[in-house]
């Protein structure tokens, strides 16, 4: 399989994430042409939004725009944006120099919409997010990631969320409420058997779903001047899974949304097709290029 890399390997020290609009006057082929100079390698993942397959005239299977909902007191925005990086990295130094390379680049097709800096909290293997919970806990390992998040082809569909915490309304609840809200215990990571339906974790129990709704999340928490909150990742065989457990947050199903709603809320949302490679640049011959 010719998957991107990074997309098996798990949480970086820190990262970060550039979306891009396509130039009011982009040529689709010099768009594609662009994307496919990028050198992969094995510290970035690229993602390709609906608007550039459109712009190119094509399709890919299951690649459509992200959905905005709303459910009961819950609003979940969409910002799709044509195209998506995600840079891994060891210091956050080199990736403003590996981002600006990048964005010089891409620059006569692609505008650079938006950058998102996050690191990794916590010193285990998966990290944390910012609550002090294990984020990461419940994701396939060994084959059983690759089955959850790559098609046969090697490649993959990516969902990217920007959530912002309200990290003083939640430190200020009794252990047992916060508990109670992710649906597992902080002291020991256990899941708790008898929690509310609204917890997190009852939510999106991805054995839950019929079919399983199995996804590989690669989540950490943003990073910078007064942000606090996650960058939400998630990688698909396709974008279903995925969105039936955000439906089922956002209370679609059974009209009870997700607890995390009340000290997070989602400012940002997209989906992306992520090409297999090939001899480090990606394959975009589905696409017909
Ligand atoms: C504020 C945003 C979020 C936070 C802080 C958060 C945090 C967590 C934590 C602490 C866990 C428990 C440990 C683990 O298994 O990883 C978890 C589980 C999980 N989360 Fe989230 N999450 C967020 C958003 C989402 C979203 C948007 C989705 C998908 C739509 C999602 C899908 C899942 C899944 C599938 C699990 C594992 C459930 C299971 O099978 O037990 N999360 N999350």
């Not at 799709?80 to 060891?90: E, F, I, V």
């Not at 909290?121 to 419940?138: H, I, R, S």
């Not at 997209?270 to 090409?275: E, F, K, S």
Request: hydrophobic share 40%.
């Amino acid at each position: 399989m010719n998957a991107q890399p990074s997309i098996l390997l798990g949480v970086p020290r820190v990262a970060r994430y550039m979306s891009f609009s396509s130039q009011a006057d982009a040529s689709a082929a010099a768009s594609l042409a662009s994307v496919h100079a990028l050198n992969i390698g094995d510290q970035m993942v690229v993602g390709i939004g609906e608007p550039l397959i459109a712009l190119w005239g094509g399709t890919v299977d299951d690649l459509r725009t992200f959905p905005a909902l709303s459910g009961p007191g819950v609003q979940i925005p969409s910002t799709q944006h044509a195209l998506w990086c995600w840079l891994r990295g060891d210091s956050q130094g080199e990736l403003v120099i590996r981002s600006n390379a990048i964005a010089d680049s891409l620059r006569s097709e692609f505008q650079l919409a938006q950058v998102v800096d996050a690191v990794k909290y916590g010193e285990a293997e998966l990290g944390l997010d910012l609550t002090g919970y294990e984020d990461g806990t419940e994701n396939p390992t060994g084959d059983d990631a690759g089955a959850a998040a790559l098609v046969e082809d090697g490649s993959s569909f990516v969902a990217v969320q920007q959530w912002v915490h309200d990290l003083r309304h939640f430190s200020a609840l009794p252990q047992s409420e916060q508990d109670h809200i992710i649906g597992r215990r902080k002291s020991d990571n256990e899941e708790i058997e008898d929690a509310p339906s609204s917890a997190h974790v009852k939510r999106t129990e991805q054995e839950s779903f019929t079919p399983h709704a199995f996804v590989l999340r690669r989540s950490m928490p943003l990073a910078g001047e007064g942000a606090e909150g996650l960058l939400f990742v998630a990688f698909g065989n396709s974008l279903d899974a995925f969105e039936v457990q955000l439906r089922r947050m956002a209370g679609l199903e059974d009209g009870i949304s997700d607890a995390l709603f009340e000290f997070s809320r989602p400012i940002a949302g997209a989906y992306y097709w992520c090409p297999p490679v090939q001899d480090d640049r990606l394959d975009l011959s589905a696409v017909k290029l």
